[in-house]
């Protein structure tokens, strides 16, 4: 109990010590419009309140990943807990910030072109490319996964409500009409009602698991992890052969890290009234879905006293939802355990319409479309119509790509911010450091994975903090010719 309520601490106080210190480095200014007073167009650009816009975020941004990714990553034991709030604090928060910011620095705009404005051409092609496939990738999986959910439910068994692909129909119907509808229609609305139903049943498991669990993490876990790791550093696998480095840091990204964020906060951004709002919406809503990460892993650390065998065969035969159910169930009854797997089931599909809106946002920015009610259908049909195809495939092959790309872009979300601070002349090393990290680890993956390089794993490690390194090297060689060249003014706050 005593790991459980550190993690949430640190957590805590991430928010209230380190996050002022972030903001005093973005050159925050409540005095100046933002890009909602500005461009208000009734669809897109619209004024919501700052409690509104952090419920919004936090759904947004929370879905399915702070609850299946840390089940998973409960595989490696109480480890997954340090990783999430570290990961949270240090990186995670600071690129939800940042992603934020910028866009409401630059007329709300979406990430390829705030990268265009900052780097070149090139880099905003890359974001471009990457930033649609992983909404892309996000939204196929947002309708497979609470579809897959939903038509298993045993109170649905033997009704044409058991049929997945029913479910599948009607959250793509769900997503068109959110997709194309102004965001104070149907997101401004409900959100904030399923952001409240979210943080109340993940209080409710939390307190079940503290109360009930037959083995909860402790602190003396942590030590005796390290003690057993030290002649490996972090290569040695979990019991499974999955080597902690780099997998556990893909397996758990929401909660920790996550490119989707990025994504999202541009939509969020175009609604804000102050940007003094920036740091508890943004920030804010990020910490909160470190605190959900936290209560799912712990449960699925906790809910199995047989340790990493009961866990392992579970997954194996229903996937992380199956554990969802478990755990719901077991200390919620009947009842709350019905509510718990809705809530499950209704989380992915708000995350799931939004990263359609973002990819399509991101599309007519890029390519400079109006956004007449004509062009949006003209763009949502064809989108949702190759979704649709989409849910035939593997749901594991699907995820994995999504996994890659969501850490990819969260390490070129961090580069660009670091390339922000740098032009402010300010304290870049709170997203340059993180986006070595980070670099570190989506190479290391990529050289090693099946869908990568497939080298051996032993030299993951050093390929991807050494590609971390030049990358950082680059980029300030980068910064220096420009001001060297006088193409450098540092902004205004």
């Given at each position: ?143 497979m996964s609470p579809a897959g959910l939903l038509s298993n439910l045993s109170y649905f068994e033997g009704t044409f409500l058991a049929g997945n692909t029913f479910w599948v129909l009607v959250i793509l119907a769900y997503y068109f009409f959110a997709t194309l509808l102004p ?270 390089f497939n080298l051996p794993a032993e030299y993951s490690k050093a390929i991807g903090i050494v590609v971390g390194v030049i990358c950082f090297i680059g980029l300030v060689m980068h910064h220096s010719k420009r001001n060297v060249a006088g193409g450098y003014a540092k902004p205004?706050?």
């Amino acid at each position: 109990m005593l790991l459980f309520f550190a993690s949430l601490a640190i957590l805590l106080l991430g928010y209230k010590f380190y996050s002022p210190f972030v903001e005093k480095q973005a050159g925050i200014d409540p005095a100046i419009k933002t890009p909602q007073a500005r461009l208000d167009d009734g669809v897109d650009y619209v004024a919501i309140s700052p409690i509104r816009a952090f419920l919004i975020q936090f759904l947004n941004i929370a879905g399915i990943g702070p609850i299946f990714g840390p089940i998973l990553g409960a595989m490696y034991g109480p480890i997954a807990l340090v990783w999430i709030v570290i990961g949270n604090v240090v990186g995670g928060a600071v690129h939800d910030y940042f992603s934020g910011v910028m866009s409401l620095k630059e007329d709300g705009k979406s990430l390829p072109e705030i990268a265009g404005h900052y780097y070149n051409v090139i880099f905003k092609g890359v974001m471009l490319i990457f930033t649609c496939m992983l909404l892309f990738f996000v939204g196929v999986v947002f309708i497979m996964s609470p579809a897959g959910l939903l038509s298993n439910l045993s109170y649905f068994e033997g009704t044409f409500l058991a049929g997945n692909t029913f479910w599948v129909l009607v959250i793509l119907a769900y997503y068109f009409f959110a997709t194309l509808l102004p965001i104070d229609k149907i997101i401004t609305k409900l959100y904030p009602v399923f952001g409240l139903l979210m943080i109340v049943m993940t209080s409710l498991v939390a307190i079940s698991v503290l109360l009930e669990a037959p083995h909860l993490p402790q602190v003396t876990d942590i030590f005796a992890f390290f003690d057993s790791h030290e002649h490996h550093d972090f290569l040695t696998p979990n019991p499974d052969g999955l080597p902690v480095w780099p997998l556990l840091f893909l397996t758990i990204t929401c909660g920790a890290i996550s490119g989707f964020h990025s994504t999202q906060s541009p939509m969020i951004a175009r609604c804000l009234t102050n940007e003094k709002y920036a740091r508890p919406v943004f920030y804010g809503a990020m910490m909160c879905e470190g605190i959900v990460a936290c209560v799912w892993a712990t449960a699925g650390i906790a809910t199995f006293p047989g340790g990493y065998p009961e866990l392992k065969a579970m997954l194996d035969l229903g996937g992380p939802g199956l554990v969802v159910n478990h755990i719901a169930t077991s200390y919620l009854g009947i009842f709350g355990g019905v509510m718990a797997i809705l809530a499950v089931a209704i989380f992915p599909i708000t995350s799931g319409d939004t990263a359609f809106r973002s990819l399509r946002l991101t599309v007519t920015d890029a390519f400079n479309i109006s956004q007449s009610a004509t062009r949006r259908l003209a763009l949502a049909a064809p989108i949702l119509g190759v979704a649709y195809l989409m849910t035939f495939l593997d749901f594991s092959l699907i995820w994995r790509y999504f996994a890659f790309s969501n850490m990819l872009l969260s390490t070129s979300v961090l580069w660009l911010a670091t390339k922000y601070l740098l032009d402010r002349g300010t304290f870049h090393w709170i997203a340059s450091i993180p986006a070595v990290i980070g670099t570190a680890i989506t190479v290391a993956y990529i050289a090693t994975a099946g869908i990568g390089f497939n080298l051996p794993a032993e030299y993951s490690k050093a390929i991807g903090i050494v590609v971390g390194v030049i990358c950082f090297i680059g980029l300030v060689m980068h910064h220096s010719k420009r001001n060297v060249a006088g193409g450098y003014a540092k902004p205004e706050a």
